[in-house]
C-alpha cells in the first residue's frame, strides 16, 4: 500500500518541483466527486452532474492545492513571511500551512466581512490577522504594495505557484472520469481558480491524458459582477462573502479560458444561490458555503435557458457530463444556514409533545 501524501507528489511531473523542493503538504487534494442524482433529474435525460466537494480539503476550501505548492516553493525560496490578502479561505488555507512550515503569516482581511469560520481558522492557526476598513479590493492593493517593497511572500494568486497546485483539480477529475466533462461549472471571484482549472485541463489535453476539453462556465454574483460587466465594481455587494470582489487580479486569465473554450462568465442573484444553497444539502446531501452555491446556480440558470439542450447533440447514446466546483466548506459559514433556514422550535421535554410534533 502506498499511503496518499497530497498534490504534489501525486502530481509531481506537472508541477515546478524538484527534489530540492521542501514538501509542505497537509495531504490535500484527492476530494470526492460525486454523482448528483438530484441536479442530473432536473436537467433531464442525457446529463450527469458531478459535484467536486472542494469542501473536503484540510482547510475546507479548494486553496489548499494551491497553498501547499505556494508555501513549499517560499520555503524552497527560504523566505521567513508570507502574506495574503482574503475574503476568508486564502487566509485559513494560508496560515495553516504557514503554521506546518513554520513560517510567519500576514493576512489583511476586510473588516466585517469574512464568515466566523474561515476567521476561526486564521487565527487559530497564528497568523497575524489584521482586518481593515475597506473591501478585499484594497486589501489586495496593500499586500501587493507590502510584498514587492519587503522580502515577504505574498501567496495571493498572482503568486503563479499557486495556480500550479490549483490545476490539479482538473487531473483529478479527468482521472476519475476518464475523459474531460462537457461542461464545467464554477464560481469566480478573484478569478485565479478558473484561470487554473483551464491551464491544468490544457495541460491534460497536451499530455495526451484526455482527448477533448470542457467548456468553461464561471458566474460571478450579481452584486459583483466585473467580468459579466466589463467594468470594476467599487463596492462590490453579496452575500457570497468568498467572491465579493470587484476588481479580479486574474481578470484577462478568466476572458481568455471562458473564450479559448466556447464558455461564458455569467451572474446569478444571491436569491438564485441561496436556492441552489438548499437544494445541494437538502437533496443532495452536501453542505457548502454560499459563494460555492454560485456554480450549481448558474448550472441552473442555465439549463432553464435551455442552454444545454441547444448545444447537446440528439444522440440519446452519449451522456453529457457536467462538473460543478464545490470550493468550500458550508461549515466555513454557519450564519448563513441559521439566516437561511428557521431555527428550531423549542418544546416541552416530554414524550406526547415530541410525538404530536413530529405528527405522530
Ligand atoms: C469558497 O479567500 O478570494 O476566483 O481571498 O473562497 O479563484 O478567487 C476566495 C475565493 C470561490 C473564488 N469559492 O475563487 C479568498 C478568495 C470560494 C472562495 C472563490 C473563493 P477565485
Known amino acids: ?5 497530497g498534490i504534489i ?7 515546478p518541483v524538484s527534489d530540492k523542493t521542501p514538501l509542505i503538504s497537509l495531504q490535500e487534494g484527492n476530494t470526492p466527486l460525486l454523482p448528483a442524482p438530484y441536479l442530473s433529474g432536473l436537467l433531464g435525460a442525457g446529463f450527469e452532474v458531478y459535484l467536486k466537494y472542494e469542501g473536503l480539503n484540510p482547510t475546507c476550501s479548494f486553496k489548499d492545492r494551491g497553498m501547499t505548492m505556494a508555501v513549499s516553493k517560499a520555503k524552497e525560496e ?3 513571511v508570507i502574506i495574503c490578502a482574503s475574503t476568508g479561505n486564502t487566509s485559513a488555507s494560508a496560515a495553516a500551512y504557514a503554521a506546518k512550515a513554520g513560517l510567519k503569516c500576514i493576512v489583511l482581511i476586510p473588516a466585517g466581512a469574512i464568515a466566523m469560520g474561515k476567521l ?9 490577522v489584521l482586518a481593515i476598513k475597506g473591501n478585499f479590493d484594497d486589501a489586495l492593493d496593500l499586500v501587493k504594495e507590502i510584498s514587492a517593497k519587503h522580502p515577504i511572500t505574498l501567496v495571493n494568486s498572482l503568486n503563479p505557484y499557486r495556480i500550479e497546485g490549483q490545476k490539479t483539480g482538473a487531473f483529478e477529475i479527468c482521472d476519475t472520469l476518464e475523459a474531460a466533462p462537457d461542461y464545467q461549472c464554477m464560481p469566480v471571484g478573484n478569478a485565479g ?4 482549472y483551464w491551464k491544468g485541463y490544457k495541460e491534460y489535453k497536451k ?17 459583483s459582477a466585473p467580468i459579466v460587466k466589463g467594468r470594476p465594481i467599487k463596492e462590490p455587494k453579496t452575500i457570497a462573502t468568498a467572491i465579493k470582489i470587484g476588481n479580479p487580479a486574474s481578470w484577462k486569465q478568466a476572458e481568455a479560458a471562458r473564450d479559448e473554450s466556447g464558455g461564458l462568465i455569467n451572474a446569478v442573484t444571491d436569491t438564485e444561490i ?5 437544494i445541494l444539502a437538502s437533496k443532495e446531501g452536501v453542505f457548502v458555503e454560499p459563494a460555492s452555491a454560485a456554480s450549481v446556480a448558474g448550472l441552473l440558470k442555465l ?20 462538473v460543478c466546483i464545490l470550493t468550500g466548506h458550508g461549515l466555513k459559514d454557519p450564519d448563513r444556514a441559521l439566516k437561511t433556514i428557521k431555527p428550531p422550535k423549542t418544546i416541552k421535554a416530554d414524550l406526547k409533545t415530541v410525538l404530536k410534533e413530529i405528527g405522530y
Open 78 to 80: 527560504s523566505s521567513k
Open 9 to 15: 507528489e501525486t502530481y509531481r511531473q506537472y508541477l
Open 1 to 5: 500500500m502506498s499511503a496518499y501524501k
Open 120 to 128: 476561526s481558522q486564521a487565527l487559530i492557526y497564528g497568523a497575524k
Open 274 to 278: 441561496l436556492s441552489a444553497y438548499k
Open 303 to 322: 439549463a432553464k435557458a435551455g442552454y444545454f439542450n441547444k448545444l447537446t447533440t440528439n444522440d440519446q447514446r452519449l451522456t453529457t457530463k457536467i
Open 193 to 196: 481558480n478558473i484561470t487554473a
Open 207 to 223: 499530455n495526451g491524458k484526455i482527448n477533448s476539453l470542457p467548456k468553461m462556465l464561471g458566474f460571478q454574483a450579481a452584486g
